[in-house]
Every structure is written in structure tokens, then in C-alpha cells.
């Protein structure tokens, strides 16, 4: 079935510090990829997606190519703040399928 | 923005008794999702709904689940008798449509913390 494999954590940074989470998956066919992230006592947000190969989803400074040949979903920050310190999930959900599967998530700390 | 909410935010209940946990999803999506979060582990699919009735369940939906929606805007998931090990955050998700149809995006609710003792 579909999975989703990401690096685990936690990662501890400095504001201001290049950011990278790394994110492999498994599916059939063409998945749509996502990026959520999950702040200290809130739900989860979508970050961004990417619904086809070379696709580059963006928002609030984050990135991630889906990138079909190395199938992988990468998620960076040139310049990473205090408030990005959360939990990020990397998920996928296959062609009219109806389920998102999750990563095990990743969290971040980014310290002053 | 549309959201959607849940209700309560969080629940203790005693080990046996059942629960509801309810949801309202964003008012024209079509397909709606339980998720299931234990305390330091993954996110996990319990069950998807459309048209009424279950499209597609994970071996965690067993017997003690069921979803339902009882109006045009209530979603809700029961556990008839709950477990210690259904302590968890439950997450309500929301889609206008289905992945390939470019609707495929989720939108989750804040989430109920669910307390088993």
C-alpha cells in the first residue's frame, strides 16, 4: 500500500538557519504530496502541495519539488524563524483515492 | 475562510462508555474523513463518507466506530464502548471532491483530545 517515509526528528536549529525535512514515499500511480504542519496545542494546516511530477509547491518561505525520480517530497526554508517551531507531517494520497497517509512527522525546534 | 470546526475540544470519559464526537465540515464539500492521532505517533485514517454512507475504512474502524451524518451539516463519529487505547486526538477532515478531480485537498479540523480512564 501507499506510505510515506520522513526524516525523523527533532531537529533543533537557530533562527535564521537553512531548514530541511526530508520525505520519501511509496505508491502506485500519481499521488497528490502534501506538507502539514501542526503547531504546539493546534490541528493541522496544509503548507503547501504538489499534485504532479516537478510540481513545486510553495507558501510562508517553504518549498518542495515532487520530484517522481527519486520519488521524493522535500521540504526546505531558506531562513527558518521561532514561529516555524511545530510538528511537520509529509502525507500523500493516491489517484481518486480517499485517504491521506501520513509520515510519522517531524518536529522542529528553532531556538532565538 | 470556510473552516471546520469540532466539538468538544477535549473529553474525559470513563473506560466503557461511549462518546461523540461531532464535526461540522465546510458547507459545499461532498467527502468527509476520521482521523485518529495517539499521543507521539502518526497520523492514522480511520474512515472516509460520502453520499451517505462509508466509502472506504481502516482496519482500526472496527465495530465500536460508526459515523454518521445526522443533518445537512453534522458529521459524527461514535465509540460505543471506549478503550483505554482509543485515547487520542480525533481529527474531522473535509473535501470538495476526490484526488484527480484537483478537489483532493483536506481540510482539517483544530481536532477533539479524547481521554480514556
Known amino acids: 500500500g501507499d506510505s510515506v517515509t520522513q526524516m525523523e526528528g527533532p531537529v533543533t536549529l537557530s533562527e535564521e538557519a537553512f531548514l530541511t525535512i526530508n520525505c520519501t514515499y511509496t505508491?502506485?500511480?500519481?499521488?497528490?504530496l502534501f506538507w502539514y504542519v501542526q503547531y504546539p496545542g493546534e490541528g493541522l494546516q496544509l503548507l503547501l502541495k504538489?499534485?504532479?511530477?516537478?510540481d513545486k509547491g510553495s507558501n510562508k518561505g517553504f518549498e518542495a519539488t515532487y520530484r517522481k525520480e527519486t520519488t521524493s517530497f522535500h521540504l526546505e526554508k531558506g531562513s527558518v524563524q521561532v514561529s516555524d517551531s511545530a510538528v511537520y507531517f509529509c502525507?500523500?494520497?493516491?489517484?481518486?483515492?480517499?485517504?491521506?497517509?501520513f509520515g510519522a512527522g517531524t518536529t522542529v525546534t528553532v531556538r532565538a | 475562510e470556510p473552516e471546520v470546526t469540532q466539538t468538544p475540544s477535549h473529553q474525559v470519559t470513563q473506560m466503557g462508555q461511549e462518546v461523540i464526537l461531532r464535526c461540522v465540515p465546510i458547507s459545499n464539500h461532498l467527502y468527509f474523513y476520521w482521523y485518529r492521532q495517539i499521543l507521539g505517533q502518526k497520523v492514522e485514517f480511520l474512515v472516509s463518507?460520502?453520499?451517505?454512507?462509508?466509502?472506504?475504512k481502516s482496519e482500526i474502524f472496527d465495530d465500536q466506530f460508526s459515523v454518521e451524518r445526522p443533518d445537512g451539516s453534522n458529521f459524527t463519529l461514535k465509540i460505543r464502548s471506549t478503550k483505554l487505547e482509543d485515547s487520542a486526538m480525533y481529527f474531522c477532515?473535509?473535501?470538495?471532491?476526490?484526488?484527480?478531480?484537483?478537489?483532493?485537498?483536506?481540510?482539517f479540523g483544530p481536532g477533539t483530545r479524547l481521554l480514556v480512564l
Open positions: 463518507f460520502y453520499n451517505n454512507e462509508i466509502s472506504e
Open positions: 502525507a500523500l494520497i493516491g489517484f481518486n483515492d480517499y485517504k491521506l497517509s
Open positions: 477532515a473535509s473535501t470538495p471532491g476526490l484526488a484527480g478531480a484537483g478537489q483532493e485537498t483536506q481540510y
Open positions: 505508491a502506485t500511480g500519481y499521488p497528490s
Open positions: 504538489a499534485t504532479k511530477a516537478d
